[in-house]
């Protein structure tokens, strides 16, 4: 049962990951998907009220 867990925590990481991502990169920013990863909707928004950097 602990390694469903894992897997589910991987999977969400990684969707959380791209998600931030894609923010990063609209934004004119690079990297962001450890944000995602390790933090998760936390992540998301950190990178969401970041300031944007496109000039």
């Known amino acids: ?8 925590y ?3 990481g990684v969707i959380c990951g791209f998600i931030t991502k894609a923010i990063t990169n609209n ?10 990863f390790f933090l998760g909707i936390i992540g998301i928004i950190i ?6 950097d496109k000039k």
Request: glycine residues 18%; charged residues 15%.
């Open 1 to 8: 049962m602990e390694i469903a867990y894992l897997i589910g």
């Open 10 to 12: 991987l999977v969400v």
């Open 27 to 36: 934004r004119g920013m690079e990297g962001g998907f450890w944000w995602g």
């Open 47 to 52: 990178v969401a009220v970041r300031p944007n």
